[in-house]
């Protein structure tokens, strides 16, 4: 069981590495280790969730625990009925982009709160594997629920369109089409990949992987559609292309979201510590404040309570939303941005271009045996920039900056560059690849 615990979710192969017996063990150690009374249950729609499902609510039931089945939904959908629903916890099953014979859990407290590694994960694992959890007298109960019209009505109050934009979805035959199933009649859209299959027929459901977005770009100058939004496989992420059909970078977009939002007053808005310079520069020139983060939705998550911040985005295309209970909608952003093309009534890559002002090397990742001597020279090299270690190690200098990072999943260093110029971009880039890889 040991391999399928991660930092922030519990991962792997069906049905070699987890089925319906696994799921029910670790139904049984949330609520021991939670003490849940009473947890919601959402599922993609890899054909393997349903018995997962069986599995895991069994254990929860066992337990004493009462258990709402969502039925099929995307994850923001698991966290709105998590808070809506006033349940002590929730749990997504799901394994989000990667591939179909793949699928896992995502666990929440109550108030979509995560339970990571660090949190939680580590505890319930223990207790699976030992099945030390106590003997229930009086199972719970189970019960359905759909949580669809309800959040329908929730993404549609943020509205503020004055057209029907024409937008091209990429649903990579997942949860997308149920993420946005309650707002479709606000666009004209043009779908690609729009029937649930598991199996990922056309192409895997990670917008990270730029090659992924080849067909909706294709499709946005085709049709001459105002933007594209292309899902991952449980929809808590969402690559987005402008009217060209160029790629927005994912920081870049949280600049975007950045400006509807402080449109309607002040707020904290945070985003993570790989982001363009340009992100923060635009949240305080739209009278936003603006604060940094490590990289991790959990992280994210408990650093937006503590600092009452209305949004977050991450590069990797997740963003955070204070009215969802703090946790992912991308319903929402595809509305927020829409609401900001209406507003300027400008198009998208007008919009996206004065934030296009610095140059990055993207994430670049290195495989290294050893971190530590690495990290050090870094560290030793770089002391004259304004050192900080949030997340890794980042330095600042008046023209560019760099962090680099061990993975929280793989051993591996990630660094990100960002400068003035191409050439300075280029050049530092090279310099830390030589002292990280030797």
């Known amino acids: 069981m040991s391999g399928i615990f991660k930092a922030y979710d519990i991962r792997g192969v069906y049905p070699a590495d987890i089925n319906a017996d696994i799921a029910e063990a670790i139904g049984r150690a949330y609520i021991e280790f939670t003490g849940a009374k009473k947890v919601v249950v959402g599922r993609d729609m890899r054909p393997h969730s ?9 254990g929860m039931l066992a337990q004493g625990a009462d258990v709402i089945d969502l039925g099929l939904c995307s994850t923001p959908m698991s966290y709105f009925a998590n808070g809506t629903l006033k349940a002590d916890g929730s749990v997504m099953i799901t394994a989000s982009h990667n591939p179909g014979e793949w699928n896992g859990f995502k666990l929440c407290r109550a108030n979509a709160v995560p339970i990571s590694g660090a949190t939680g994960i580590m505890d319930i694992q223990k207790i699976a594997e030992a099945k030390s959890w106590k003997k229930c007298d009086r199972p719970g109960k189970l019960s359905s ?22 937008v091209v979805v990429d649903y990579a035959n997942a949860m997308g089409l149920y993420e946005i199933a309650g707002i479709t009649d606000l666009f004209d859209i043009v779908p690609l990949y729009d029937t649930l299959d598991g199996t990922f027929p056309n192409h895997e459901a990670n917008p990270l992987h730029l090659a992924t977005l080849d067909a909706i770009r294709a499709k946005v100058k085709e049709v ?19 009217d060209r059909g160029e790629i927005i970078p994912m920081d870049l977009f949280t600049a975007l979201i950045a400006q509807d939002i402080l449109s309607n007053g002040p707020a904290t808005i945070l985003y993570d510590l790989r982001s363009s310079r340009a992100v923060p520069e635009c949240i305080r020139e739209n009278g936003g404040k603006a604060i940094q983060s490590r990289v991790g939705h959990a992280f994210i998550k408990a650093q937006m309570r503590e600092n009452d911040a209305v949004f977050a985005g991450e590069l990797s295309g997740h963003y955070y939303f204070k009215q969802n209970f703090t946790a992912e909608s991308q319903g929402l952003a595809m509305i927020m941005l829409s609401n900001l093309i209406c507003k300027k009534n400008k198009p998208l890559h007008e919009l996206v271009q004065p934030l296009r002002k610095y140059f990055s090397s993207g994430e670049i990742n290195s495989t290294v045996a050893d971190v530590k001597p690495i990290l050090d020279a870094i560290r030793k090299k770089y002391a004259d920039g304004n050192m900080y270690e949030l997340d890794g190690i980042s330095s600042e200098y008046p023209n560019w900056w760099f962090n680099v990072r061990s993975s929280n999943t793989e051993p591996l260093l990630r660094l990100i560059v960002e400068a003035d110029t191409q050439q300075l971009m280029e050049e530092k880039r090279d310099e830390l690849l030589k002292l990280i890889r030797g």
Not at 50 to 58: A, D, I, K, T, V
């Open 50 to 58: 349903q018995p997962l499902f069986e599995g895991l609510s069994r």
């Open 145 to 166: 629920y759909d949580i669809a019209p309800e959040y329908g009505k929730f993404l549609r109050s943020f509205a503020k369109m004055d057209r029907k934009l024409k």
């Open 224 to 242: 001459g559609a105002d933007f594209g939004a292309a899902f991952d496989g449980d929809a808590d992420r969402c690559g987005f292309i402008d």
